[in-house]
């Protein structure tokens, strides 16, 4: 067992060249069969991937004969702690091969899938429309997001959501159960029980599932208050399919997962005499296109004092959905590895809703940019949640109508407390909605990988959680021949998810920080930290560290020492206003659903 510390920095520092070449390369041929998806990209892909994990296992056979958590130096023990974690790499061959196959496909199936656009049957009709004569070619981005925003015909909202989750969720099942075997194999080759555990590492927290559930508790009284309000607006316009005592059904939330609600905005804001907080159409108007959005918020950084992206930014990134080939919509942000490549793939459309992701996206970028002279094995967020919060941050201060009025996308408003809460309102449709489905997905994910969920009964443990967290329930019976999980982009791609949880919580704290480091003063929600280089020096310091430190130490370099661990308080503090005012809206009715306190039944 080597104790030579020195001999150890050598080989740190040629892996750090190795494997940023290595993955230089995967990421080029991850990007190649994202933005163009054939079975050549898909293969010259598996390649890549296959060669980058061979390279990995070596890398770890050498790092573990060195007795690395003896070393001195904290830094280098914990750079040797991210090679001892070796993921699926550690898998025999034929299962690697296996595993990545299935993701590639599931990708694959997930985002070249077409549906048939509902065909409103006559009421007189002699005989049904003949559906050969309809193209079935609708896609998620941006047919089925757009009519799941706009639609008031309950049956099409119907229709399109059972279409998208029957034609996404069956084909992936099996594909699903055999990666999720496979993943745990390789789990526990690492040393963890299972991949949700694994997973939870990221977060070094001894007990994270109590704190989740602590912060949940919480946060729970003010979704149950916005759930409560927009149940009896949806109630009002839909009938009695919205029953005032239960789960409000998936398909009218103006969301294909129910997970933001802010399509409900126009036909639910508690003061529709006040100015929208809604800038689409002065985007249009102003002919604002996906580049330009870009820029907007690129300037935003460089406001601060902070990094604009590099030119080959703009000629190497997709901002557009291109038409001549298969491209996988759902938006990302890449680093290349070598410090001076970082792109963004976006169908953009000219939305808020897509100017609002413009800003997460570019949240990614900045921080690649911030710690790209870190070692390669710290060029991660303090945790995964960290990552999440930056863009959502900036965009806090972007979307005040204060900002919005600076950069002419809103008129000029009095300042007025109903405004106020029309705009709080917009706020809580997408922070607020999203937090018990950002809290559930992985605890139903952490369940099946732990076997908690047997496969048999993976749907139904799905809907017991949507229904006791999100007090939401499907429009249509389902079965367990559905796998309406799997119709939501992370499962197939298996990308984490509690790290929007966490970000929601954390981006208000991180908001707060920086708006006092800014000098303003009033309520949270009318804080914009725009052109303060104090924000932003205290934003840059905290990215700079990637994940070289824990990330109780981030924050409390960035409270400087008030607290080190998440703290709902700044996000409790910013909706205050609309809290009492849904309150004394909700006095008629108690908030909450049959169904909230139940657990998930699992038919032993
Ligand atoms: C190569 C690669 O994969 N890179 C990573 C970044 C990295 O790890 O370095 C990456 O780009 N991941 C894609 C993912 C995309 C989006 C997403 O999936 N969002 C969640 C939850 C949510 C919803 C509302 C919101 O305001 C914020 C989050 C959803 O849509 O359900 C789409 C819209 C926004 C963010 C992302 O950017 O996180
Ligand atoms: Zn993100």
Redesign the pocket.
């Known amino acids: 067992n080597n104790t030579d510390e020195k001999e150890a920095l050598n080989f740190l520092l040629a892996y750090d060249r190795e494997a940023s070449a290595m993955c230089n390369n995967v990421m080029n041929t991850q990007w190649d069969f994202n933005t163009n998806i054939t079975e050549s990209t898909k293969q010259r892909m598996l390649e890549t991937q296959l060669e980058y994990a061979k390279f990995q296992k070596d890398v770890w056979a050498t790092a573990t004969t060195f007795k690395w958590k003896t070393f001195r130096d904290p830094s280098i023990r914990r750079q040797f702690k991210v090679l001892s974690v070796l993921g699926r790499a550690a898998l025999p061959e034929e299962k690697l091969k296996e595993i990545q196959q299935l993701l590639a496909d599931m990708r694959d199936i997930y985002s070249r899938n077409r549906v048939c656009p509902y065909v409103k049957q006559p009421k007189n009709a002699s005989l049904p429309i003949r559906m050969e004569s309809v193209k079935c070619n609708l896609a998620l981005d941006p047919d089925l997001t757009r009519i799941m925003a706009k639609s008031k015909d309950d049956n099409e909202l119907t229709y399109m959501w059972q279409q998208w989750h029957d034609e996404t969720g069956r084909p992936l099942r099996s594909k699903f159960m055999r990666y999720v075997e496979l993943s745990n194999e390789a789990a526990r080759l690492n040393g963890f029980k299972d991949t949700g555990d694994q997973w939870r590492a990221s977060y070094d927290i001894e007990d994270f599932n109590s704190e989740l559930d602590e912060l949940w508790m919480g946060l729970r009284p003010l979704y149950q208050q916005l759930h409560a309000y927009v149940r009896r607006r949806l109630h009002h316009q839909h009938g009695k399919i919205v029953p005032l005592d239960g789960p409000i059904p998936a398909h009218l939330l103006g969301n294909m997962w129910a997970?933001?609600w802010s399509n409900l905005y126009d036909t639910t804001v508690p003061f529709p005499n006040k100015n929208s907080m809604d800038v689409t159409l002065s985007l249009k108007r102003q002919g604002y296109d996906p580049v330009r959005m870009f820029q907007l918020a690129d300037q935003f950084f460089v406001s601060l004092g902070m990094k604009s992206v590099p030119d080959s930014f703009w000629t190497a990134s997709m901002l557009e959905k291109p038409l001549d080939r298969e491209v996988v919509c759902?938006?990302?942000?890449?680093?290349f590895c070598n410090g001076r490549d970082f792109r963004i793939k976006q169908c953009t459309e000219v939305t808020m809703e897509d100017l609002?992701?413009a800003h997460?996206?570019l949240g990614?970028i900045q921080y690649y940019m911030q710690y790209v002279n870190q070692p390669l094995a710290f060029r991660e967020g303090a945790n995964p949640g960290f990552?999440?919060a930056i863009g959502?941050v900036v965009a806090l201060s972007v979307s005040t109508p204060k900002h919005m009025q600076k950069i002419g996308l809103l008129d000029k408003a009095a300042d007025d407390p109903e405004v106020d809460i029309n705009y709080l309102y917009s706020m809580a449709l997408?922070k607020i909605a999203?937090l018990p489905f950002g809290f559930l997905l992985d605890q139903w994910r952490w369940k099946v990988f732990s076997g908690e969920i047997p496969f048999d009964q993976m749907n139904k443990a799905w809907w017991d959680l949507r229904l006791r967290y999100q007090g939401v329930a499907p429009p249509v019976n389902r079965s367990e021949h559905d796998f309406d999980a799997g119709a939501k982009?992370?499962v197939p791609a298996n990308?984490p998810y509690i790290r929007?949880f966490v970000s929601f919580v954390l981006q208000f704290q991180l908001h707060k920080v920086l708006c006092e480091a800014s000098g303003h003063v009033g309520p949270l929600h009318k804080c914009d930290i725009y052109q303060s280089r104090e924000a932003g020096k205290l934003l840059a310091e905290l990215l700079k560290l990637g994940s070289s430190k824990p990330w109780p130490d981030a924050i409390r370099i960035l409270t400087r020492g008030r607290t080190s661990r998440m703290d709902p308080g700044a996000i409790m503090e910013y909706f205050q206003p609309l809290m009492e005012w849904l309150q004394k809206q909700n006095t008629e009715e108690k908030a909450g659903w049959r169904g909230m306190n139940s657990g998930i039944t699992i038919k032993t």
């Open positions: 997970q933001s759902h938006a990302s942000a890449w680093d609002t992701t997460h996206e990614h990552h999440e959502d997408d999203f982009y992370h990308t929007y």
